[in-house]
T-cell receptor, first 114, second 116 residues
Framework: QKEVEQDPGPLSVPEGAIVSLNCTYS??????FMWYRQYSRKGPELLMY????GNKEDGRFTAQVDKSSKYISLFIRDSQPSDSATYLC??????????????FGQGTILTVHP | NAGVTQTPKFQVLKTGQSMTLQCAQD?????MSWYRQDPGMGLRLIHY???????DQGEVPNGYNVSRSTTEDFPLRLLSAAPSQTSVYFC???????????????FGEGSRLTVL
């Protein structure tokens, strides 16, 4: 069983739709939860970062963490064609040399069509 | 600031050939790492360095060597290329946890390698 499972999609939605992206994980040691966005033929870029259960909002994006269920989500409201990309969840342990050693989900390819 | 620079962007090798993927960062980051990205697999950690002279293995280290002689550079060497090493390779860097940063990884644009 992989440590992090992400629904690979692909996901195709109309402009303005609400998008839900999800990951489940098995390792309780994961304490930091991130979402990276990767445009075609580019490197991933950090989109959202959380370290506690609950919700974190940034504009049209909301990251949700449920540590008890080992489940993380990313919601995109009013999706735009510019949101079309691959979205990767990434998790890491707390402290030590865990910084920079991320465990990634498989990535979900999202297409938002006008 | 150029950020993380990877060269070459594209490379085709024959089985058994060797090559080095170059990675340089100008952000004075302590940590540097190499990931490979394959369809349906996400990014998997190959090798990792917490500073000059210090390297460690990641999840998929076999067939790859690294060294870190300076803070800025972290080359990845393929000793004898195999078709299973066909992939997109990403170099990344970050501050250490002692810097008070969030540990965000900064990625290069990738090196696309095909082994025939």
């Amino acid at each position: 069983q992989k440590e992090v499972e992400q629904d690979p999609g692909p996901l195709s939605v109309p402009e303005g739709a609400i998008v839900s992206l999800n990951c489940t994980y098995s390792n309780s040691a994961f304490q930091y939860f991130m979402w990276y966005r990767q445009y075609s033929r580019k490197g991933p870029e950090l989109l959202m970062y959380t370290y506690s259960s609950g919700n974190k909002e940034d504009g049209r994006f909301t990251a949700q963490v449920d540590k008890s269920s080992k489940y993380i989500s990313l919601f995109i409201r009013d999706s735009q064609p510019s949101d079309s990309a691959t979205y990767l969840c990434a998790l890491t342990n707390a402290g030590g040399t865990s910084y920079g050693k991320l465990t990634f989900g498989q990535g979900t390819i999202l297409t938002v069509h006008p | 600031n150029a950020g993380v620079t990877q060269t070459p962007k594209f490379q085709v090798l024959k089985t058994g050939q060797s090559m080095t993927l170059q990675c340089a960062q100008d952000m004075n980051h302590e940590y540097m790492s190499w990931y490979r990205q394959d369809p349906g697999m996400g990014l998997r950690l190959i090798h990792y360095s917490v500073g000059a002279g210090i390297t460690d293995q990641g999840e998929v280290p076999n067939g790859y060597n690294v060294s870190r002689s300076t803070t800025e550079d972290f080359p990845l060497r393929l000793l004898s290329a195999a078709p299973s090493q066909t992939s997109v390779y990403f170099c990344a860097s970050s501050y250490s946890e002692t810097s008070g940063s969030l540990g965000e990884l900064f990625f290069g644009e990738g090196s696309r390698l095909t082994v025939l």
